[in-house]
């Protein structure tokens, strides 16, 4: 659940009432396909995290793989536009990289196939399964195993760690990229609640997985920021996306008033960068490596 002490009493007033609203809606769909995809290429354009994600990625993991060979699992790849900059990454080290993405999005797979078949060689072999990830069509291990931003979609978030560490290599890693449960995601939370039947899974929840376990990890948070400049006042096309994107839901399928009380807290939350209107938007990276 959003962390309280998080917001002021206008704030948790807000959240408390979206609350309701939603709980009271007959009806409240994810974002089909094609809205997902379109609605998350537009959000990630109005971010700076995936670039600073990219350099860490490419700093701490992908310097360090097998000069020889390397198996990559990317879980929820999404349209492939993080994981084609890190295979370029991997490509200028590794000798041989066998890359897989498991991505149940169709249109999100057929784009990860495009863009990463571009660098298809005798030095790299790209595969990608269409399927949720559990269904484990693959049988083979991972050097490195990624969930950028995918856990929150699993229907059983614990479970799919648990396959995950077990599709490592000795010596493989695995990284996991998710968010802190900080105000940009209270939202989200309460929409993934009604739609998926359960709370939604953040940064203390990987980091409690680990430690039930007795399993040594490493976190490390990235500050972000993302523009939202187009968002309010007079809102753009783009704008509407980046807050459906933000609410997993079209905001034009909500009743009015369920809309207006989603953009004051969305307001409320905001700051002020020059001429820029931003909100926060940190990740947590999670690392552990097999032994």
Not at 38 to 57: G, I, M, P, V
């Given at each position: ?15 408390e009432?979206i ?17 997902y ?43 492939g ?11 200028t ?7 897989l ?9 057929a784009?990860?196939?495009?863009k ?15 399927e ?11 050097d ?16 799919a760690?648990?396959?995950a ?11 996991i ?9 209270a ?11 359960q ?5 203390d ?36 996306r980046?807050?459906?994107f933000?609410?997993?839901?079209r905001?034009?399928?909500l009743?009015?008033?369920?809309g ?13 960068d ?6 926060s938007?940190?990740v ?6 097999n032994?």
């Open positions: 659940m959003w962390a309280i002490e998080q917001h002021n009493t206008d704030q948790i007033d807000l959240i009432s609350d309701l609203a939603v709980t009271d809606l007959k009806e409240l769909s994810p974002l089909n396909d094609g809205d995809a379109l609605c998350l290429e537009t959000f990630e354009e109005n971010s700076d995290q995936r670039l600073a994600l990219l350099d860490w990625l490419e700093a701490k993991i992908i310097s360090k793989m097998s000069r020889r060979s390397s198996s990559i699992l990317s879980v929820g790849c999404g349209p536009t993080l994981d084609e900059q890190l295979l370029r990454s991997a490509k080290r590794t000798e041989h990289i066998a890359y993405g498991i991505e149940p999005n169709r249109i999100e797979a784009h990860f196939l495009k990463m078949k571009a660098q298809k060689s005798d030095q790299v072999d790209i595969s990608i399964l269409i949720p990830f559990g269904d484990q069509s693959f049988d083979q291990s991972f490195l195993i990624l969930f950028v931003h995918s856990l929150y979609y699993m229907d059983d978030r614990n479970k760690i648990d396959l560490l077990n599709s490592l290599t000795p010596g493989g890693q695995l990284v990229c998710i968010a802190p449960d900080e105000a940009l995601n939202i989200a939370n309460l929409i993934w609640q009604r739609q998926m039947g709370e939604s899974w953040f940064s929840d990987v980091r409690n997985y680990f430690e039930a376990r007795g399993l040594e990890f490493r976190k490390t948070q990235i500050d972000a920021k993302l523009n939202v400049s187009d968002c309010f006042d007079f809102p753009t096309e783009a704008g509407r980046i807050i459906d933000i609410i997993q839901t905001t034009d399928k009743p009015n008033s369920l207006q009380m989603i953009f004051e807290f969305l307001i409320s939350i905001c700051e002020t020059g001429s820029k209107t931003k909100l938007h940190p947590d990276i999670f690392t552990y490596k032994s």
